[in-house]
Every structure is written in structure tokens, then in C-alpha cells.
């Protein structure tokens, strides 16, 4: 007898929701059952592209109900993120959600988000796939390992050029919900993965656009062990084709550079070693994007079949937008 295979569904239909879409129909174990989208043009094209198989495209969220879905993404603008998992929740379409960071527009919204998911038992998962990097793993993995001594500072960057030389940019920026959730949730992720939480000390700067929404943001912060640290964030970077994430950690016996591509290891004595992205096996069976998109698609799966909390839930996501609100809190 055909082992059953997890019944997904898919809330929007945009660049993401068509990314983990595609990653999710080659695992065999994994069986999209569902799409929704309001939009009448990208229903009626998934109606096409669909046409063939037994998954269903919808406009209305309801109509998930009765599906027996195991899990659904939610792959939205951040701003309907609170109001579409809530319903998840509360209507009993489904007990367990990944949703693409940001977890919600606030961390009032974030911290209600967890705590229904904790009354009703979900395994959450929220898109921080720069954890699944290879090389950000490393500098983590040196980190742990105490050789390097304890970290004392360091500096965090997040650039894009998304924005230069647009004077029509309000929308597409707000809509992606600012430089901070956008840009800066993945290294503010990364950082409070590596160093545990951070306290807002000091904002240095920000740009806004007409529309009030941060294009850039420079801010620095603290932990409870005095490590400091600066985080430098832009949507109008110039050279930056690609979004581009960083971190320089400064301990007492060294110094570690990593980005998306590679890691600098350079010792007290003056001494560097490199490690490049092909060095440290980034492979995955299928790809779509950047390699993690696969790693953490793969670890949601997993979670839901050993029925275990993921390492990205919502509870660790929250924290990422508590450290939003506290930069913006002081502009």
C-alpha cells in the first residue's frame, strides 16, 4: 500500500509562493493539494498550469477547509501575515504553518501568533533561510567550538540596490515592509542565532521614503554579556544587484568574515583561511534560487514527519520582530 504523503497548501501565488511550490513538488513525500490567490489573473493561469493534476486553485481561504491539508504556507505581503494565520487557527483549517519572514507586522501581532499556535499544537516555521547556509553555518559552527574566545563585537549588513534612482518606490517598498523587515530580518535572524538576544541601544541614522517606510537604517545593540554590535541596512546600495547578506565578528583571538559566498577565517597571529561555498559541499538534490531554499523546505518536511518543533518556529521569529520594534520605537 502507497505510504500517505503530507497534504500541503499554498496562500499567494507570487515569486515566493511559485519558489516553494516548485521545491515542495519533488519531494516525494509531499503532496500539494491546494493553491489560493485572490488574484483573478494568477488564478485563472494556475487553473491552466494545474489543469492536469488534482490540486485545486481558489480565491477564498475557506475553501481549504475539508482538505485534510497537514500543513499550509503563507507566502503574502508581512502586513496580511497576523490576519491569515489567525484564521488558519481559529477556523481550524490547518494546525500547522511555514510563513515567510517577517512572522508579523509587529511583535504584539508575532507574540498573539505564538501563543495560538502553542494553544493548538502547530509546528511553525518561519522563512529564515539564510540558517540553512552553508557558510553562515560554519561561522556559527567556529563560534561554538570556543577557539576564536568569546566574541567581543561585531557588524552586520544587509544591501540591496532595489531602490536607486526610483521616485515612485513608496509602494514596492512598503509593501515588502521597510529596509528592516525586508533586508534586515535576515541578518538581525542570523546575529540573534549566533549571539543570543540583543538589546536596541542607539539609532544612527535612517532614511524613509515619502511613504514613511525605511529605505536604510544603521542602529547598534547589546547582550547580556557586553558584546556589541552594528547593523547597517539598505535598500539603495549601489553595487548590490543581488541582496547581500554579512557579518564581521571581532573575539578575542580572531576574526571571522562571512557573506552569502564565503567565510575568512583570520587568526591573532595574522594567519587567514578561506572557505568558498563549493568548499563546504552547498548541494541539494534540486534548486530553485539559493541552495537553502531547498535545506529549508526540506527541514520543515522532516519537523512534520518526526512531529518536532522546527528550529526556525515562531517563537524565535518573534524575537526578530522585537528587535524591529525596538528600532523603531526610537525614530
Known amino acids: 500500500m502507497e505510504e500517505r504523503k503530507l497534504r500541503f497548501g499554498i496562500i499567494g501565488l507570487g515569486k515566493m509562493g511559485i519558489l516553494h511550490a516548485s521545491l515542495l513538488n519533488v519531494f516525494p513525500e509531499v503532496k500539494l493539494v491546494a493553491f489560493c490567490e485572490k488574484s483573478s489573473l494568477m488564478n485563472r493561469i494556475f487553473k491552466k498550469v ?102 567581543q563585537r561585531f557588524k552586520a549588513y544587509a544591501y540591496s540596490s532595489d531602490f536607486i534612482g526610483l521616485t515612485k518606490e513608496s509602494k514596492s517598498s512598503a509593501s515588502r515592509g521597510g529596509a528592516l523587515s525586508d533586508l ?85 597571529n595574522g594567519i587567514q583561511k578561506k572557505w568558498y561555498r563549493h568548499d563546504l559541499n552547498d548541494c541539494v538534490h534540486f534548486s530553485i534560487g539559493d541552495p537553502e531554499y531547498f535545506r529549508e523546505n526540506l527541514h520543515f518536511v522532516n519537523s512534520l514527519l518526526a512531529n518536532r518543533q522546527c528550529d526556525v518556529n515562531f517563537d524565535t521569529a518573534s524575537v526578530v520582530d522585537y528587535v524591529i520594534d525596538q528600532v523603531r520605537n526610537k525614530e
Open 50 to 151: 494545474f489543469s492536469t493534476t488534482d490540486s485545486c486553485v481558489v480565491s477564498d481561504l475557506e475553501k481549504f477547509r475539508g482538505l485534510n491539508l497537514d500543513a499550509v504556507y503563507v507566502t503574502t505581503p508581512i502586513s496580511s501575515h497576523s490576519s491569515i494565520i489567525k484564521e488558519l487557527f481559529e477556523r481550524k483549517i490547518v494546525r500547522n504553518v511555514f510563513v515567510e519572514k517577517t512572522l508579523a507586522s509587529n511583535y504584539d501581532q508575532s507574540k498573539e501568533l505564538c501563543d495560538l499556535a502553542k494553544n493548538v499544537g502547530a509546528i511553525t516555521m518561519v522563512g529564515y533561510m539564510k540558517r540553512f547556509s552553508v557558510v553562515f553555518n560554519k561561522a556559527k559552527e567556529l563560534l561554538s567550538q570556543g577557539g576564536l574566545g568569546e566574541p
Open 184 to 268: 534586515g530580518s535576515h541578518v538581525i535572524d542570523l546575529a540573534l542565532w549566533m549571539f543570543g538576544a540583543l538589546e536596541v541601544q542607539d539609532l544612527l541614522s535612517v532614511v524613509k521614503n515619502e511613504a514613511g517606510s525605511e529605505t536604510s537604517v544603521s542602529f547598534t545593540v547589546v547582550n547580556s554579556s557586553g558584546l556589541t554590535g552594528k547593523f547597517d541596512v539598505s535598500q539603495s546600495m549601489p553595487g548590490y544587484r543581488m541582496p547581500e547578506f554579512g557579518l564581521s565578528i571581532e573575539c578575542a583571538k580572531g576574526k571571522i568574515e562571512v557573506n552569502d559566498d564565503r567565510m575568512i577565517l583570520t587568526a591573532s
